[in-house]
């Protein structure tokens, strides 16, 4: 898995709250049998019309946003399914930190297996965040997960919280399924017992 | 002091160390074809071995089609995904029931039914709807393709404890009012993200009330509340609805585990993070009228006006909503007219579900305007069905009736709405176009899915007609 230690990039800002894994990646486009080609496919209905083309109102298809690797956005994303689709479409397609006020539980866990950075911080300041970047043409922020602060050229500097187990495995890039095999004995010993 | 689930929480942890997560071993691994090609595909990469194949059960539901079962699958990509699964499962040594073989179903369906869900256990699967298996006191939860990887590998699971919270549903649910209604009525209270975090366990009267089917629907809804998992203490009725079960212990085995399962419950002084009641007696028949399980009410009531939303980000949600459903504010849920049925999922798919549907359905024809799909959960269900001549119910009364699979609930086959569609559904989600594009979904029970395929708009079943 690809390491985050620190990252700085241009801000796209998805001001809906709820945003469920259907939205994110819809059903037709699990089919898939490799971890890759999900990119395209990211927020499929609303960055496309149904007759075609691209929605130039969705916010992704702006062009100042083009580039994008730090998505902020409302609470309670990745709600719904467990499917890994979700972060490996949106990884896919650029980005690695996503900033909003709380996430569902398995899309967030399975964004650190990623090697993505889901950061809860308060509605404040995702408001504050969101309010920038849809200011500011090209504003970007610094995600540093060694020091655990994520801050801007304006100033802002806010410090999150993240678990130091999932902190330690994304700094170093680890392979958990490596860690647990280390733990071999324990696991027959476990066994052994029941 | 212990809870149910700190008790589950504690009998399988492998090591713990401090400053990580606990490493959790599984019992059961469920796996379908659309969460398990990448993990597989890993296994290989990295040169490792199923560990325990023996505690690996796998089947295909997302993505089959529900009739003509005995062509090939006209989809080359899902056609290519079940195939992935069926040689998958034959180089790493996995038992796996095939789409024309007599155990097929939705993995949550076979999975009980086969006894091979049972309580005590840690069962987890590539779905989030493996909260279902809770409703045996186990601790089920869906995971990711990495982490179906990870238990492919390790046979564990590195976990964070979650909090726990206690949803006490007091009374009996009326006449008419079910399961479904029951958890409906608690993700509309506390929102989809009101148990994010914890795992639920549901306690009282109206839960012990439940049969086996009404307790795996109110589990499988828990993950829609936000929750890890969900799950009810083992009574007499799980162990009855487990005897005799083809995976399930028997003789002196059985016996065993009796004792041990009886041991499956919370202390009486055991503490909660978080304690919710509902009184169970003053419910109705739930209809969702939005784009999440969450904004719902009951079938007298109205859909909601957006200005009355307490917040502005509640407010602009129900505008959306409305719009993307084509609803007014303020419109009576009864006056909403459908167009379609889906009577199928792994919520409400169980042969009790069908049997309710079928009680609605007895002597009527379904309205000229709407067409309705009934999809059994397992092809056991099926034929356990039709030997109650609940096909010819359906039939007779214009209903189709299918093969067994996940099918409408999530549209992966060829069973989806088409844009703008109105669908009665007993599946468990009703985001923007979850069975379709521009479909638009309303989760109801059983019954209520079959009164309204019937009379061509949401009715309140308590008042039904049976013939």
Request: net charge negative; glycine share 10%; hydrophobic share 40%.
């Amino acid at each position: 898995m690809q390491a985050f230690r620190k990252h700085t990039g241009l801000v796209a800002p998805l001001d809906r709250a709820n945003v469920d894994t259907d939205q994110i990646i819809p059903k037709q486009f699990l089919k898939s049998i490799e971890r890759t080609g999900f990119g395209e496919f990211l927020f499929f209905d609303w960055r496309y019309r149904p007759e075609g083309g691209p929605e130039p109102s969705f916010i992704l298809n702006q062009p100042r946003y083009q580039g994008a690797s730090i998505l902020v956005t409302g609470k309670n994303f990745g709600c719904g399914s467990s499917r890994e689709h979700a972060p490996w479409a949106l990884r896919e397609f650029g980005f690695r930190v996503i900033i909003a006020p709380s996430f569902a539980d398995i899309f967030a866990n399975n964004c650190f297996k990623n090697g993505m950075l889901p950061i809860v911080v308060s509605d404040d300041q995702v408001a504050r965040i969101t309010g920038r970047a849809q200011y500011a043409e090209g504003y970007t922020l610094t995600v540093d997960l060694e020091t655990k602060t994520i801050t801007d050229d304006a100033g802002l500097s806010i410090e999150f919280s993240v678990s130091d187990f999932q902190r330690y495995c994304l700094l170093e890039g680890l392979d958990e399924i490596g860690l647990t095999l280390r733990h071999e004995a324990d696991i027959s010993a476990y066994e052994a017992r029941k | 002091m212990p809870t149910l689930f700190d008790k589950l929480w504690n009998n399988h942890i492998v090591r713990q160390s401090p400053g990580e997560p606990a490493l959790i071993y599984i019992d059961l691994h469920l796996v379908h074809e659309v969460t398990s090609p990448q993990a597989f595909a890993g296994l290989r990469q990295a040169g490792r071995k199923v560990r325990r194949p023996d505690l690996t059960v796998a089947t295909v539901d997302h993505n089959v089609p529900t009739t003509d079962r005995s062509l090939p699958i006209a989809d080359v990509t899902a056609a290519t995904q079940v195939n992935t699964l069926r040689s998958n499962c034959s180089e790493f040594g996995i038992q796996f029931f095939d789409i024309n073989s007599r155990e097929q179903g939705i993995v949550h369906v076979i999975g009980p039914e086969l006894g091979l869900t049972q309580p005590g256990m840690t069962i987890v699967c590539g779905d989030s709807h493996t909260s279902t298996h809770g409703a045996f006191g186990s601790l089920a939860f869906g995971i990711g393709t990495s982490e179906v990887e990870h238990v492919l590998a390790t046979q564990c699971l590195p976990q964070t404890k979650p909090r726990a919270m206690r949803i006490e549903c007091s009374g009996n649910l009326p006449e008419g009012v079910t399961a479904k209604d029951l958890a409906l009525a608690i993700i509309g209270r506390i929102g989809t993200d009101g148990a994010t975090g914890h795992v639920i366990e549901y306690t009282g009267e109206a839960v012990r009330g439940l049969s086996m089917s009404g307790r795996m629907t109110l589990c499988n809804m828990s993950i829609e509340a936000g929750a890890k998992a969900g799950m009810i203490a083992p009574d007499e009725t799980t162990f009855e609805y487990l005897r005799g079960k083809r995976f399930a212990p028997a003789g002196g085995a059985w016996q065993e585990a009796l004792a041990e399962w009886r041991g499956l419950k919370s202390d009486d002084d055991a503490v909660f993070d978080r304690t919710l009641e509902i009184d169970a007696s003053k419910l109705e028949p739930f209809v969702t009228w939005g784009t999440s399980p969450g904004m719902v009410v009951p079938i007298t009531s109205q859909v909601p006006d957006p200005t009355d939303a307490k917040t502005e980000i509640d407010r602009q949600a129900a505008l959306r909503a409305l719009e993307y459903m084509a609803l007014e504010p303020r419109m009576n849920i009864q006056d909403i007219e459908i167009d379609r049925a889906f009577i199928g999922s792994c919520t409400n798919a169980r042969l009790e579900d069908l049997r309710a549907a079928a009680r609605v359905v007895r002597g009527y024809r379904i309205n000229p305007g709407v067409n309705a799909l009934v999809v059994p959960g397992s092809q056991e269900v099926k034929r356990a069905a039709e030997q109650e001549g609940l096909d010819r119910i359906f039939s007779e009364a214009g209903f189709e009736w299918r093969d067994a699979g996940c099918s409408m609930c999530l549209g992966m086959n060829a069973d989806i709405l088409q844009p703008g569609q109105r669908c009665a559904s007993t599946s468990n989600r009703n985001f923007e176009g979850r069975q379709g594009r521009g479909g638009r979904t309303h989760l109801v029970s059983p019954m209520m899915a079959a009164a309204a395929a019937i009379a061509g708009h949401f009715v309140d079943v308590r008042q039904w007609e049976f013939r």
